[in-house]
């Protein structure tokens, strides 16, 4: 219990932001704030399956289909939130487990419900398992690494620097939004014009497809903006040299580089498949050229840049002669423009993984969307 300071009255109650945090607690958008206690957390997964028996009440397809669509939006919005609950005590593996579990089970239930047990309808789930897999194992390894870090770094991050950094990680949860808002739009389009499911579904599938390239390439400007600033600030004690902070100034920028390549992989894997639902593939090699282009343009370009505005704040006091040629030459190999290892892993990650998930995504989408539209 906290103790009141004398003469300073107590912080008035805001009910807003109290019932913002609660609902953000519970909620996908808001995991990066308190999450619920583990049983709050199996007690919403629960009611988010219950409830989707729901919409089998209605009579007519058209509105059957529009409430199993809402369904899923919201359940699909709750469940990040109570796997959050459920894995808090545990480390970043068992978050991407549970939360890609219990997704998976939400649309194993939306499928077996909506479209019976076909075989079509379990390829479908074993092809988005896949890309659940894929997309979630790499957001929360970089939410991983970035924690890392930061932990390494302990106290020699600059308190400016540490909270911009989590307001971007925090934008990062707009990637969410598209998934219901596609859901909600479709289905209510689906309902005024009487479309047949299938059509709903694709319209669904195209509009998340926009709406998450859009995201991603805005999430894409605001961290190349970050990683290609400087980050430098002047040594705050006497026990660290501009080499240390040099050094933990890159460590930093390598949490925005490895986020801008895991977003410019997943940017143009959408666009790529947004591209196949109306016909147009490219070749194979072109695709990889293609993912591999765009991790060196936004990714390994702004990095390089801030490397070497970095470098030059770090030598601008220091006059020319031996003792800057020598801290130059120290700064090269502790903070490189390029570090080897992290540029070949954008060069080949990129490729292979943007790949992986097109070529997983390409037989739902050669089956779902050779049937005429409406």
């Known amino acids: 219990m906290s103790v009141p300071v004398l003469g300073v009255p107590p912080p008035a109650f805001d009910l807003i932001q109290w019932i913002r945090e609660k609902v953000s607690g519970l909620i996908g958008l808001g995991t990066l704030h308190r999450p619920p206690r583990p049983l709050w957390g199996l007690l919403t997964a629960l009611v ?28 699909g919005c709750l469940l990040p939130g109570a796997a959050a609950g459920m894995t808090q005590r545990h480390g970043h593996i068992a ?16 499928t077996m419900l909506g479209f019976g047990w076909a075989r079509s309808s379990w390829e479908w789930i074993i092809e988005a398992a896949g890309i659940v897999v894929l997309i979630e194992a790499g957001s929360h390894g970089v939410v991983g690494y970035k924690d890392a870090v930061l932990r390494r770094l302990s106290n020699r991050v600059n308190p400016a620097d540490r909270v911009i950094l989590d307001k971007i990680f925090r934008r990062e949860l707009a990637l969410y939004l598209p998934f219901p808002v596609a859901l909600i739009a479709s289905a209510v389009t689906g309902v005024i014009t009487g479309a047949p499911p299938t059509w709903t579904l694709a319209l669904c599938a195209r509009i998340v497809l926009v709406l998450a390239s859009l995201t991603l390439i805005g999430l894409l400007a605001l961290s ?35 986020n801008s390549l895991h977003n410019v992989t997943l940017a143009i894997s ?11 593939m490219p070749h194979r090699y072109w695709l990889i050229l293609l993912f591999a282009v765009s991790a060196a ?21 220091v006059p020319a002669g031996e003792a800057r040629g020598e801290l130059e030459k120290k700064l090269k190999e502790l903070a490189p423009y390029f570090p080897k290892y992290d540029f070949l892993t954008s060069l080949v990650a990129s490729p292979v993984l943007g790949w992986l998930l097109v070529t997983i995504a390409d037989p739902f989408v050669k089956e779902f969307f050779k049937r005429p539209s409406p």
């Open 48 to 75: 988010c399956y219950g409830t989707g028996f729901l919409p089998l009440l209605a009579k007519r397809p058209e509105t059957r289909l529009f409430w199993q669509m809402l369904h899923l939006a919201l359940a």
């Open 297 to 317: 343009v936004f990714v390994q370009l702004p990095y390089g840049i801030g490397q070497w505005r970095m470098h030059q704040e770090v030598l601008g006091p």
């Open 224 to 258: 190349a903006r970050r990683m290609a600033a400087s980050l430098y600030h002047p040594p705050s004690r006497r026990t660290t040299t501009e080499r240390d902070v040099a050094y933990d100034v890159t460590a930093q920028r390598k949490i925005y580089l490895y």
């Open 95 to 110: 978050r991407v487990f549970a939360e890609s579990v219990l997704l998976l089970m939400l649309l194993v239930e939306f």
């Open 270 to 280: 959408f666009i790529v498949v947004l591209g196949r639902t109306w016909g147009v």
